[in-house]
């Protein structure tokens, strides 16, 4: 998902709009907006699709008066996932004794379930299958004078990923879990000030970057500037890695680093640790784009658009049944003939989650008359489901979760496959000395295993560390 707020600026809501079209990559399922108007109170408004069909119009805008704000991109990681409801659309709001407050949230709690059972028994009634709705009803519950104080005891309750932006009347609230695993940045607009999943949506509203709420921190925006606090304990950094690898866009920049300075050194990495004998370098794009391009300039072999993308489709994993997917990759790729036939094409992936897509891609090329094709891929085996924000199967599905890299290979039925070692990623995204096994620097449990909270309601429902 992707959050964005902003405060002391005159229309809050077509900055909303913006700055969601620009998040629109993290979440294409929903969007919704919580604006508030001294006269008017709180407005919101929630749909579902893309931000550009919904909340452009005047019209709409038009009921979102005020000059604070916030908003969500949907994309179901929790609740009933796949078929998004409205009642399921961000941002959540709630009425307390101090005002109101609307939540916003990316990222997946992962005891969600054991404070929802907690919550209804102890008398709440739940509107949506959401886990983000459990921080309005731990809100409700404390006893906290002031609403980011209610905020507060809420989250050191919840456990796994958060990254909020919140609003009451007058404030703008930016909140990341102790282990920043999902990101936040603060910018500034003007008089005003801008939270964000990504710095590419700073860009858009011409804000100006100011720095990335840490992890474990809490921001209070007022008229008076900017109040940060610390409430969590055990503060360490573990980003999630495969934020650098696909899902966040490529003109951000996540810890100082430009992401898509990161995928291309990944692409050197691969050419290095995996080179292969060949004609062509093609991406799979646009997700392998900039790894193709580092791979491309490694090896010396050239780069060229072997595959063509339809731009009107969406991310193929953000479409979450299976059968849409499964259409998804013919709707969305076409070979590019010409170029392919007859070469030994190199094909640069981010990831190889349940080897449908690389399957038909293979095949595609194939017909189109290629002497052999290769795979290098741009992330380590996905082996292992992520709980902490993003969208990957059971581990059955996952096809690393059953087989090694040669039966994939032969699954594939391609000439090779190569993916990036666990170490070459962490190179890529800057840390020389590769990845630290007693204390790993990011969040890689979906390639390694090792995950750094504890997945508690899966673990409940029978899940095998
Ligand atoms: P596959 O067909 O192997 O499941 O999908 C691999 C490709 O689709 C990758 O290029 C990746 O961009 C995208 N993808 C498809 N499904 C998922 C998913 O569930 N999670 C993630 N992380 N990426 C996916
Ligand atoms: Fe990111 Fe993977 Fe960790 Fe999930 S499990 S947060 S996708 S690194
Ligand atoms: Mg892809």
Redesign the pocket.
């Known amino acids: 998902c992707g959050v964005f707020g902003v405060i002391g600026v005159a229309d809050a809501a077509s900055f909303l709009a913006l700055g969601l079209h620009a998040l629109q990559h993290r979440g294409q399922e929903a969007a919704g907006m919580v604006t508030h108007d001294a006269e008017a109170g709180f407005c919101s408004a929630r749909r579902m699709g893309y931000v550009r069909d919904n909340f452009t119009s005047r019209k709409v805008l038009d009921t979102l008066p005020g000059t604070l704000g916030i908003g969500h991109v949907r994309y179901s990681t929790s609740g009933h996932k796949g078929q998004t409801a409205i009642r399921d659309v961000q941002p959540f709001f709630g009425e307390f004794s101090m005002g109101g407050a609307a939540v916003a949230h990316n990222g997946n709690l992962t005891n969600a379930a054991t404070l929802r059972r907690e919550l209804i028994e102890r008398g709440s009634i739940f509107q949506s299958s959401s886990d983000t709705e459990c921080i309005i009803h731990l809100m409700a519950r404390s006893m906290g004078r002031s609403i980011p104080d209610r905020m507060e005891e809420a989250l050191r309750k919840c456990e796994g990923a958060f990254s909020i932006v919140a609003m009451t009347r007058t404030k703008l609230i930016g909140c990341r879990d102790a282990l920043g695993v999902r990101p936040l940045v603060l910018g500034r607009l003007g008089d005003g000030w801008v939270l964000s999943s990504e710095t590419c949506a700073l860009d858009i509203v011409g804000a100006e970057f100011v720095r990335e709420i840490e992890p474990g921190e809490m921001v209070v925006i007022t008229g008076q500037g900017v109040e940060s606090n610390f409430p969590f304990k055990n503060r360490s950094s573990r980003f999630c890695l ?1 934020e650098h690898v ?2 966040s866009r490529p003109d951000s920049i996540l810890g100082g680093r430009s992401v898509y300075e990161t995928r291309r050194q990944i692409g050197v990495e691969l050419a290095r640790e995996a080179p292969v004998e060949a004609d062509l370098v093609c991406p ?1 794009p646009d ?2 784009t900039p790894a193709a391009i580092g791979f491309s300039h490694e090896s010396g072999i050239p780069y060229g658009m072997g595959i063509i993308r339809n731009q009107y489709m969406g ?3 953000i479409e979450p049944s299976e059968q849409i ?1 499964n259409m998804g ?1 013919r709707l969305k790729l076409n070979v590019n003939r010409a170029l392919i036939r007859g070469k030994r094409v190199i094909l640069v ?12 891609i293979k095949e595609m090329i194939l017909d189109a008359g290629a002497a052999e094709v290769h795979f290098r891929i741009a992330s380590p085996p ?1 082996a292992w489901p ?1 709980f902490y924000g ?4 059971e581990r059955e599905k996952l ?1 690393a979760s059953h087989m090694s890299e040669e039966e994939m290979r032969r699954h594939l039925d391609v000439d090779s496959l190569k993916f990036i070692t666990l170490d070459g990623l962490y190179r890529a995204v800057g840390v020389a000395e590769g990845r630290d096994p007693q204390k790993p620097q990011y969040c890689d449990a ?1 390639f390694s295993g090792d995950y750094p909270v504890v997945p508690a309601d899966m673990i409940e429902k029978g899940f095998q560390l």
């Open positions: 495969f696909y899902f799979v997700s392998g991310r193929t994993f997917r990759v992936d981010d990831s190889v989650v349940r080897g449908t897509t690389s399957r038909k996905t992520c993003v969208d990957t199967p096809l979906c």
